[in-house]
């Protein structure tokens, strides 16, 4: 008997641990995360939700953001530059508008986009709910309703890229999670756009001026909000291509440009915070040497550093002059070509072309070799005025990338008051002229007379926004909302080979330049402007096939002016098709884009 | 230059288990098992100024220190009762509670920017050596902790047998997973077997041909939680990163798109079996004919990228897998010098996926080529896993399918001939594929079809042992028919998509455009003649991979696996030496293979992680042939 209790007793033990591990079974299970960060832990304090936003901010860089593909490969070919190189399903496929569903250089900034969306929309639905967003000090609340501000302004932001690339996206508004049915619908532009220009009318009141903003850096100021706001509402307020297969623009389109007028005046009255820096030149040196610009003309600009893809940028090293990487500047460049008419475009005392435009490549030496007319590539984010330098291999030399200049918001104003008002109005022409004179800085009176009707300023401000933003990433768009792609496609065309063939405007083009190296540096011993009959080089320089060039210089075998856009089409090539992965992921529920 | 690039791993296991049993009443136990397993792993690696790894680093060396500790315990509590009734009924009754987890955490200490000649052992003891030039940044350490993963299960089991003739098991299991909701985490688990042994019945009694007969019946529920944790909750991580004032600053980013619905994947197996053994068990035969059908398949499943994320983890379709397997056993000569033993086996499966929810087929990427990789792989309702799905190859284009200008140098291609427009402008000797939907353009979107089948046809295996007076010999061999293997290293090694990539041997009967005094050629009779004997095209060079049906190989084969050869001494010799056995061996491993599969092994698959992408040889190492010699003795 006693035997039996005993061994009963032993038993009962391993059988309570058990009768209690049942009982705790419920509590064994529910684990919680480690490393991972719960969404109210997330959303506890400003530090943290401040964390969330710097998460927001990471997908505009990269290079699936505006570090490469977004900024470098999706504005071209343009009337400007285009793509170096032969065809390929990647970034040339992009620029000579060959798109297959299956280019990845489609794909993968699309997903950061939305990668984007999904990361504000989160931040979004909870700050307001934040129990410091409505009961916190007042440094909490000012604080918290900064970082709700700037986060809605990312989103539109991202949402803004996609509808310029892809039309008619769907537009998701609340987190991912949130959602009943990922089948998130095709919306409709225009009021996409209209959504998103109310919310950076939001957000306005919301963040505070880069003057009121603490220490200066690249987080979104009120400057940025109203910039945006302005571009998004002269994008509402311009053509498109519709699902129809037609370029079309919204009937109400004036009350938006009315809104970026507005916007445009309120900035600048405000010359304290956003002004034109006095030289052309300088902005893109302090950029390349990452100084801030005291007059702030760069209003909003997107933060690289590094060294990845991820958070850093290959500005300078995708395209710029072609660099030797032994030499001290380190690799870089050649990645996009300047059009010989976009060269051609500037007037000669015109401060912006040799800034906008190189015509050399540097070799391992660190002496300046010349490039031929069809091979002149872009300046603004040259490696070779990286200061610091960056010598060796390095893929990431961390330029900024500039989203909204002070120039951008006058031009803006410029166009818009033309729009209103039927003509352009004093003040319109006097912030024309404001960007032109800084342009031809010292030669101040060779700007030319300004026209004064509607048809005559808007042509004017159509060159002047060509001249002024060259490989920033706006020309194709602009051309776009304009409905002027593929006249100005067609346009370019004809001028190249005019230019290959002397003719008309282009008539005294020379077809050889001589040269010769002084230092590293190249001495040019013609003019660019003016005919020469010499073929054969005077002793002690070197003959440089220019207008020649354009007579045997090829891409995928066919003249340049053949090969630039290719294979553009309008009423399709105006947008980018959705690719094949993420057609196949709606499963039949989302419309692809005209001509697809 | 050979120590480029370092790695080092060191691992430090302790497994500790025990258990102990004690009788309470007789025909009652109850047993208790623990088991605890510490793995520690650390890698150290270093990357020198030549490696690609320095070139964002100012060519500057990088090392790495990661660590990696895993701790598992396991707990089973049961009770057991068994009583044998009247000599005829066997009783068997488990009872039990088990639970396990497992706990894992991971730091990575990386620097950058060392002295540029330093060696591998010397960054690596000192990882403070690293000093970024101004404008640079350390890495960020990064510690992992994951979420325990714990399982709670309580089981029973019976079993009962009469006379040895009728037998049956039966049991319950429910298994409960941290991994999912906890309404969502108890998956139970039925199982049972029935076997009736025939020739136990009267009306067999005299039969001396049929030595033992047992038919069986089975079927069984198994799940699968082999997914990441937490994944029904919507949680950050602190992978993000942007730059203000160009120095990086941490920033939260959503690990993954919680699914709160996620539950176990289900197994479930039935099969009907028959043992027979002949003549005194000298033959034996078992035939088994199974069906095992996969249930909510715990799969990344492709979502509208619109959502932020381009897949979640989903219990998504279900497959089933029906087959055959035959087993044959004999002792084919029995002398007293010489005996055969004889075991083959051999068996066929079809696999069939028989729901994917809402759509009917999705492509799936093995992934091989890195992040821009396309889908290479098609899984389809009705249609096994494992086609391969790419461009059908069709040579190269020739000088006569172009009009040549000479004028400006160029080939241009003649009407009604595709263009290969994935790789641009065609030109000689360039890579041909067929027009599948007959527009005149090859395209990735309307010209790739299934191209081939990962799933053998049978496959099986055959060991024969023979004995000869004191040598012994044994052979065994197995194959398998009809699977086809997706052989990337040769697209990979035939591109050029990089620079500085090696190329296959038969690349250099390739197309050339180069004569040999190194000029080009683009006149059309001499580039014809300069590549009357080529039998390949030219690289592609378009820095992105495309699976054609020419990677793509039989991988049937036939392996002498295994061949092994012994004597031992005779027994009246060991009585003298004092020894009870002797015996010298020798053996060798994969000793010779019997196939048409060009890689270096057709026994391979290498893109494992995704069930859905089988058959792929990238990267494969080719299969060691050992040789074993020794020495069995016995006191």
Aim: overall charge positive.
């Amino acid at each position: 008997m006693k035997n039996i209790v005993k061994k009963i007793t032993v038993l009962a033990i391993p059988f309570c641990i058990t009768m209690l591990m049942v009982s705790g079974c419920k509590e064994y299970l529910d684990v919680q995360p480690k490393s991972q960060i719960s969404i109210s832990d997330a959303f506890a304090n400003v530090a943290s939700a401040t964390n969330a936003i710097i998460g927001v901010y990471d997908e505009l860089m990269g290079d699936n953001g505006y570090g490469i593909r977004i900024n470098m490969y999706y504005p071209y070919d343009s009337d400007e530059m285009i793509v170096s190189g032969n065809i390929d399903n990647g970034r040339r496929g992009i620029g000579r508008y060959q798109l297959l569903l299956t280019n990845t250089e489609i794909r993968n900034p699309f997903l950061q986009l939305y990668r984007g969306i999904e990361k504000a929309n989160l931040c979004i639905e909870q700050i307001p709910l934040m129990a410091i967003y409505t009961s916190g000090t007042d440094a909490e609340k000012k604080e918290l309703r900064r970082l709700y501000g700037e986060v809605l302004t990312l989103r539109a932001q991202f949402l803004f890229e996609l509808l310029r690339n892809w039309g008619d996206v769907p537009a998701p508004l609340t987190p991912a999670y949130k959602q009943t049915d990922l089948f998130i619908p095709q919306s409709d532009r225009d009021q996409t756009y209209t959504k998103l220009i109310e919310d950076l009318k939001t957000a306005t009141d919301l963040v505070p001026w880069r003057t009121e903003a603490g220490v200066r850096n690249e987080r979104i100021t009120k400057g940025a909000v109203k910039a945006l706001r302005a571009k998004l509402a002269m994008f509402r307020g311009g053509y498109s291509l519709r699902s129809s297969g037609k370029m079309e623009r919204n009937a109400d389109y004036q009350t938006y440009i009315k809104i970026a007028r507005d916007e445009c005046a309120d900035l600048m009255a405000k010359r304290g915070e956003h002004t034109l820096n006095p030289s052309f030149e300088d902005i893109w040196r302090k950029l390349t040497s990452f100084t801030y610009d005291p007059a702030g003309e760069i209003i909003f600009e997107v933060g690289a550093g590094g060294s990845n893809s991820n958070s850093d940028s290959r500005m300078g090293n995708y395209n710029g002059p072609s660099v030797n990487a032994s030499s001290r500047y380190g690799t870089g460049g050649g990645g996009l070509l300047v059009l010989p008419n976009y060269f051609y475009a500037f007037d000669s005392t015109d401060t912006r072309r040799d800034v906008t435009t190189t015509l050399y490549a540097v070799a391992a030496t660190n002496v300046k070799s010349p490039r031929r007319l069809g091979e002149i590539t872009d300046g603004k984010f040259r490696k070779d005025w990286r200061n610091p330098l960056l010598p060796g291999t390095a893929l990431n030399p961390g330029y900024n990338w500039p989203m909204i200049r002070f120039a951008d918001v006058l031009l803006m104003f410029a166009e818009a008051e033309n729009e209103l008002n039927g003509a352009p109005t004093a003040a319109a022409i006097t912030a024309f002229e404001e960007v032109r004179k800084r342009a031809y800085k010292g030669n101040e009176s060779k700007i030319g007379k300004t026209p004064t009707d509607k048809a005559g300023f808007f042509d004017a401000i159509v060159n002047e926004r060509y001249l002024e933003f060259g490989s920033e990433g706006i020309r194709k768009f602009d051309l776009i909302r304009w409905n002027l792609l593929a006249e100005k496609i067609a346009e370019t065309r004809q001028k190249i080979q005019d230019m290959r063939d002397a003719k008309g405007a282009y008539a005294t083009i020379p077809q050889y330049i001589f040269w010769k190296n002084n230092g590293e540096e190249i001495q040019w011993q013609n003019s660019f402007y003016k005919p020469n009959t010499v073929t054969t080089a005077p002793t002690g320089w070197t003959r440089l096939d220019w207008r020649q060039h354009l007579t045997t210089n090829l891409i995928d075998g066919v003249q340049l002016h053949a090969g630039i856009a290719r294979f553009f089409v309008t009423g399709k090539s105006e947008l980018f098709p959705y690719d094949q992965a993420t057609v196949d992921a709606y499963q039949g529920k989302l419309k692809q884009n005209p001509g697809y | 230059m050979t120590e480029a690039e370092y790695r080092k791993a060191y691992t430090k296991a302790i497994n500790l288990s025990g258990y102990a049993t004690y009788t309470i009443l007789k025909n009652l136990t109850f047993k208790t098992t623990i088991g605890i397993d510490n793995n520690d792993a650390q890698t150290n690696a270093f990357w020198s100024k030549i490696t690609s790894t320095a070139r964002n680093y100012a060519q500057q060396p990088v090392a790495s220190i990661f660590q990696q500790s895993a701790v598992t315990i396991n707990n089973s509590n049961a009770l057991q009762y068994s009583k044998k009734f009247e000599n005829k009924h066997d009783l068997n009754v488990i009872v039990g509670q088990e639970i396990y987890q497992n706990v894992s955490k991971s730091t990575t200490i990386e620097t950058r920017y060392f002295p540029t000649d330093i060696s591998a052992e010397q960054a690596l003891a000192n990882m403070g050596l690293g000093s970024p030039p101004t404008g640079a940044q350390q890495a960020r350490p990064i510690s992992n902790e994951i979420p325990a993963n714990r399982l709670f299960s309580l089981f029973g089991r019976v079993s009962y047998s009469y006379n040895d003739k009728y037998l049956a098991t039966v049991s319950l299991r429910s298994d409960r997973s941290s991994k999912f909701k906890y309404a969502n985490g108890a998956l139970v688990f039925p199982s049972g077997t029935v076997a009736w042994r025939f020739t136990k019945e009267g009306f067999m009694k005299d039969n001396k041909f049929l030595t033992d007969g047992k038919l069986r019946l089975g079927y069984g529920v198994a799940g699968n939680n082999r997914i990441g944790d937490l994944l029904y909750q919507q949680l950050y991580g602190v992978t993000g990163e942007y730059a203000l004032n160009h120095s990086v600053l941490p920033g939260y980013a959503p690990i993954a798109l919680a699914n709160e619905d996620l539950k176990w994947e289900s197994n479930i197996s039935q099969n009907i079996g028959l043992d027979l053994s002949f003549l005194n068990n000298r033959f034996q035969l078992s035939v088994d004919a199974y069906k095992n059908s996969g249930k909510n398949l715990l799969l990344a499943v492709a979502i509208p990228p619109t959502s932020g994320y381009s897949s979640q983890i989903k219990n998504l379709g279900s497959t089933t897998n029906k087959g055959i397997e035959v087993q044959l056993n004999a002792y084919i000569i029995q002398k007293k010098d010489f005996t055969w033993n004889s075991n083959f086996n051999i068996s066929t499966n079809k696999n069939t996926v028989t729901n994917l929810g809402t759509v009917s087929q999705l492509t799936r990427n093995s992934g091989w080529q890195g992040s821009d990789g396309t889908d290479d792989y098609l899984v389809k309702v009705g249609e096994p896993v494992g086609l391969m799905y790419g461009f059908v190859t069709d040579g190269y284009y020739k000088v006569d399918d172009f009009t040549f200008n000479a004028t400006t140098n160029t080939y241009t291609i003649k009407p009604g001939i595709p263009v290969n427009s994935v790789y641009g402008v065609p030109q000689p000797g360039m890579l041909k594929w067929k027009d599948i939907d007959g527009d005149g353009l090859v395209t990735a979107d309307k010209d790739r079809t299934v191209i081939s089948n990962a799933n053998p046809k049978f496959m099986g295996g055959w060991n024969n042992q023979f004995s000869y007076r004191n040598f012994d010999l044994s052979v065994f061999m197995n194959w398998v028919v009809g699977n086809d293997i997706y052989n990337a290293n040769k697209i990979e090694m035939t591109d050029g998509a990089f620079p500085s990539l090696n190329m296959l041997e038969f690349m250099k009967d390739r197309w050339t455009n180069i004569n040999d005094q190194g000029q080009v050629v683009t006149d059309p009779t001499a580039l014809a003649a300069l590549n009357a004997n080529a039998k390949i095209w030219s690289p592609v060079r378009v820095q992105r991979y495309w699976l054609h049906s020419w990677a793509v190989e039989d991988g049937s084969f036939l392996r002498i696996n295994n061949l092994t050869l012994g004597y031992s001494l005779p027994s009246d010799l060991l009585k003298k030496i004092k020894l009870s056995r002797f015996r010298a061996y020798a053996t060798v491993n994969n000793l010779a293979t019997l196939t048409s599969y060009t890689g270096y092994d057709p026994e391979v698959n290498t893109r494992r992680s995704d069930p859905l992408t089988q058959g792929v040889d990238f990267a494969g190492y080719p299969r060691a042939k050992t040789w074993v010699f020794g020495v069995n003795l016995t006191f």
